[in-house]
């Protein structure tokens, strides 16, 4: 299994980031993918997920500002981010869960003036 994720970065208070995670070594179309932030100092948080059948769970202060999506074509789960505020600032990971919990490597978002 591998998970790796792409389009984190520094962006202003306000601002938008998407965020992608490709994945092999699976089956991804039939894969709940989430993903989950580690923000400095702090413990682990689930911020979404999106099942097999496309329908999705965000923690409460993520909704409507995040937007999980997927490609089975592509093999790719996608975070749409909007409306950051500083402290959506974290370590973000893309998860593939299962009787095993498979992590990625994470990429770094910083919302900071």
């Known amino acids: 299994v591998q998970l790796v994720e792409s389009g984190g970065g520094l962006v202003q208070p306000g601002g938008s980031l998407r965020l992608s995670c490709a994945a092999s070594g699976f089956t991804f179309s039939s894969s709940t993918m989430s993903w989950a932030r580690q923000a400095p100092g702090k413990g682990l948080e689930w911020v979404s997920a999106?099942?097999?059948?496309?329908?999705?769970y965000y923690t409460d202060s993520m909704k409507g500002r995040f937007t999980i999506s997927r490609d089975n074509a592509k093999n790719t789960v996608y975070l749409q981010m909007n409306s950051l505020k500083p402290e959506d600032t974290a370590v973000y990971y893309c998860v593939v869960r299962g009787a095993v919990d498979y992590w990625g490597q994470g990429t770094q978002v910083t919302v900071s003036s």
């Open positions: 999106i099942y097999s059948d496309g329908s999705t």
